[in-house]
């Protein structure tokens, strides 16, 4: 029977140190691993096609994979009625080409779409910004049709699907789970879907962030090269998800206080006032130095949120199992040593360049030899290689409610005219 663990900050560091080698496991499982909304808009996937503008020739076989497909769905925690099943069935009795063609393209739009960017949209992604290019509405009818003549539908949809092993480990425990066992069900379902949000190639190289687990991973050729505990945003100022590109780090970084805390260090000792023209203050720095809040390194990753991975002065809070304090960003453990992991291809910084760079007092960047993908993701469950179950974490934002709810909901079927 699968165990839903949510004593997972209870593990000890040799677990940790046990699962680095095992390549499927960047987001933290079975280890110590990691709500406002911005004004930004979220970046989301289009809307399936409502009225599709031109017809594909089905065939009674390509429907009946189209149905095939359908009815196992709920394999990859879908649920067959949002894909009507019985209206599809019904057109393939009909022997009506017309009735036919329009319903089975309007369900292969709505299937590939979810397949490849996720079931769940809108506002029940909270606080979502990373952008998925893996479909889009001229690719999907080029690729519907091509599965159509070839007889390809059923792989041609599963080749949609995420590619990381996370997705492939979750889908194997969701198969044999209880189907009494609701409550697991549901988590393994939309940690499924998010993985779903994803784009499924991730880069031969990437930094990734899950929030739940307080962990931050460097992994490269599928494995996990680097791992460190991290600090992540308070409830009050919740890190979002979103993708970056990280093109540096700098070391002795000057701290840019964001507006909304601005307030908190007027007036105090060890920041420095930005004025405009007339004099005004517009904003306060914080320079380098042992008090800096950005610690002795920050990785250049440019992003409309202001959300970064760093280093702190608060290094005590690693120790907690619990680790959400931050405004936003990401403190990372180690952050010197998880920065002279990514700048090894560069041959140039080594740990006593690292260190001369620190001793100079000044603020120095140091570029990667190319610029390295950063996913900050919001995982509450990952599956445990090889055991058959799950390791849950905390639903900190409580994010999970709005997910389940939008997967469960009968309102998606709408989207066809019966």
Request: glycine letters at 6%.
């Amino acid at each position: 029977m699968q165990k839903l663990h949510f004593a997972v900050f209870g593990l000890t560091l040799a677990a940790l140190s046990a699962s680095v080698a095992a390549q499927s496991d960047p987001v933290g499982a079975a280890q110590l691993q990691p709500v406002p909304l911005p004004e930004a808009t979220s970046i989301l996937p289009p809307p399936p096609v409502q009225a599709p503008p031109i017809t594909i020739e089905w065939n009674r076989a390509a429907a009946g994979d189209l149905l095939n497909y359908i009815d196992r769905v709920g394999e990859e925690g879908l649920d067959p009625a949002d894909y009507q099943p019985e209206r599809l069935r019904e057109a393939i009795g009909d022997r009506d080409p017309t009735k036919l063609n329009t319903v089975a393209t309007e369900l292969f739009l709505r299937l590939s779409s979810d397949l490849a960017l996720g079931h769940v949209r809108g506002d029940s992604r909270v606080d979502w910004h990373v952008n998925d290019p893996d479909l889009n509405g001229n690719e999907q009818y080029a690729m519907m049709e091509r599965a159509v003549k070839n007889g390809s539908v059923r792989d041609t949809l599963s080749a949609l699907l995420p590619t990381h092993p996370q997705y492939a480990e979750l889908k194997s425990v969701l198969a044999t789970t209880p189907k009494s066992e609701k409550a697991t069900l549901d988590k393994i379902r939309i940690n499924m879907d998010r993985w779903r949000w994803l784009p499924r190639d991730l880069g031969q190289k990437y930094v990734i962030v899950n929030v739940p687990a307080y962990m931050v991973a460097l992994v490269e050729d599928g494995r996990v090269v680097a791992r460190r505990r991290a600090v992540a945003g308070a409830v009050k100022t919740a890190t979002p998800q979103l993708n970056a590109s990280i093109s540096g780090v700098i070391f002795n970084p000057w701290w840019e206080v964001p507006k909304s805390i601005a307030p908190e260090v007027r007036g105090k000792k060890g920041y420095v006032a930005v004025k405009d023209e007339q004099g005004n203050v517009v904003r306060y720095r914080q320079p380098p130095g042992p008090s800096n809040a950005l610690g002795r390194m920050k990785l250049v990753m440019p992003n409309e949120h202001a959300i970064y991975l760093h280093d702190t002065n608060a290094k005590g809070l690693f120790d907690k199992q619990a680790r959400a304090y931050s405004h936003g960003c990401i403190r990372t453990e180690d952050a010197l040593g998880f920065a002279e992991v990514l700048l090894q291809s560069t041959g140039k910084w080594d740990k006593d360049a690292i260190k001369k760079a620190l001793a100079s007092g000044k603020s120095v960047q140091a570029n990667l030899a190319a610029p390295v993908p950063v996913y900050i993701t919001y995982f509450t469950a990952a599956a445990v290689a090889d055991k058959r179950e799950i390791v849950a974490y905390k639903d900190i934002y409580s994010r999970d409610t709005p997910v389940v709810t939008a997967l469960n909901s009968r309102g998606n079927t709408a989207f066809a005219s019966k």
